[in-house]
DNA sequence: CGCGCGCTTGAGCCCATTCAATCACTGTGG
DNA sequence: CCACAGTGATTGAATGGGCTCAAGCGCGCG
């Protein structure tokens, strides 16, 4: 586990951290979508942090190789952007799931092994629970189960979405599709607008999720800007000028060959 | 509910489809996949067939919309193919999941809703579980919780390797890598080969499952052919002759452009 | 048989990729 | 303070591959 970097407590700052979830608290229990289960978590083991869970943090680009964790882990995502990043036997690169805080990763699978490394993003704070701890939370907790559930259908979900894009959209539609996905699994930062999105990571890591080059993502920026559906003030905050138009977009407005 | 032709019983021959489950009972439970909640089931309810359980035989290309099914059940596949198939604006048709005997579809989320409709690809048969029902049985059963995280996990992590597929692989590449997803999630029938893998639906559905066109689709499985890698002895029956190298390609062996 | 349907094969053309150059920005050291 | 390299985003030009349109073929069915 040389490339993980133990944290002496959290040195991440988590006051300023803690804004950005939804359940507030200060040690944020990594599943603050919807539910929060952090008291879940303290009234089951009596504590933040007990023994099995641990966080770290991770460096832009850093990775977790699945097999060098123990115990089959689940991985909590507490800030930034964490990708499951794979590569093809020629060096192409995909980054096939996206994960944003309160987002899991749960490794524990008996039949089938996850494909790729588990890679920050961005600057990013993770929690790892060991597969025990977390049974026995599940065991214990019918409040985490039912959140756990709906948290897994959710991503699947997302997964299903994601293949649609990814199968028949053009690369402009991927954009918008893309686009309306960071609005929706991001938190919106209190310090921005409306319809302003951030975008996490930079264009080679949109361009390996989209399935793309990131010349063409660039190109697509431009398009969507020169058309005023988008605004790009920087590279990578988004303000939509045209909601309207981009969802229609997204939603096959930009067939390859306009119908004759 | 027109779209559902409800069965009388079961009308599907259960003797006969009994030898595709790996439970081997007459009544299959649709959740067969590795171990058998069927006797979970009976267990639970005292019978095999508990009210808010129903099924449903399937012709190819029938649908169900998910808004139309009351209490946003759990669909198990019991025989056949099932996808989940989603259609841009302008008509563009993608099949986003494919969901085998063994497999279910959860349509309880809270927060997000399934995009498209679940079609047969094939004449299947599904075991719809009303929501309670559903819940019910993961409560008295902990077997059933750890087969169902299990199967949810299993089928994510399907999920981003088809993420991975479409993502930057090229059309042989995702027909290669096609072939072995259906060897590893369709049981293989006794009467065949060894690398025998039987093609449960039709090229358009391929294709839409692959994000190509069907002529690309046929025209990949001729190059496989010409090259030796693969027989077709009929167009839904594919003998794999070299696997070493089909693997090869899945994983990337045939880039776009050869290296310089 | 004729018809329909699905698979295969062929020809031409967009358009995303590829290769390459330029630009914007950052940090480092002289 | 500027020069410099290094990184990442953008823009440009040429290529090739998958899509589109279309025809041919094989098979089952009324």
Redesign the pocket.
């Known amino acids: 586990m040389q490339s993980l970097t133990g944290l002496e407590g959290c040195d991440f700052n988590e006051t300023e951290r803690a804004a950005e979830n939804t359940c507030g608290l200060v040690h944020s229990c990594g599943f603050h979508a919807r539910n929060c289960i952090c008291s879940e978590l303290r009234a089951a083991f009596n504590a933040d942090l007990p023994k099995g869970v641990n966080r770290f943090a991770l460096a832009s680009g850093q990775e977790i190789e699945p097999e060098t964790l123990p115990n089959s882990p689940v991985i909590g995502v507490l800030t930034g952007s964490v990708g499951i990043v794979a590569h093809l036997s020629d060096g192409r690169r995909t980054i096939t799931g996206l994960f944003f805080p309160g987002d899991y990763i749960n490794l524990a699978s008996l039949n089938r092994q996850l494909n790729g490394a588990i890679t920050a993003l961005a600057p990013s704070a993770v929690q790892v629970m060991e597969q025990p701890v977390f049974e026995n939370l599940l065991r214990l907790s019918s409040l985490t189960r039912d959140h756990f559930m709906d948290q897994m259908n959710s991503l699947l979900f997302q997964l299903l979405d994601h293949s649609n894009d990814l199968a028949k959209k053009?690369?402009i539609e991927r954009i918008a599709a893309f686009l309306f996905e960071l609005k929706n699994r991001t938190l919106p930062r209190k310090s921005t607008q409306f319809n302003t999105v951030a975008i996490p990571f930079?264009?080679?890591d949109i361009a390996d999720y989209l399935?793309?080059?990131?010349?063409?993502?660039?190109?697509g920026?431009?398009t969507l800007t020169t058309e005023g559906v988008i605004n790009?003030p920087e590279?990578?905050l988004v303000t939509i000028q045209d909601v309207h138009r981009l969802r229609q977009i997204a939603n096959g407005g930009r067939?390859?060959?306009r119908g004759?």
């Open positions: 053009t690369p930079g264009r080679r399935g793309l080059q990131p010349e063409t993502v660039s190109r920026f431009t790009l590279a990578d067939p390859r060959k004759v």
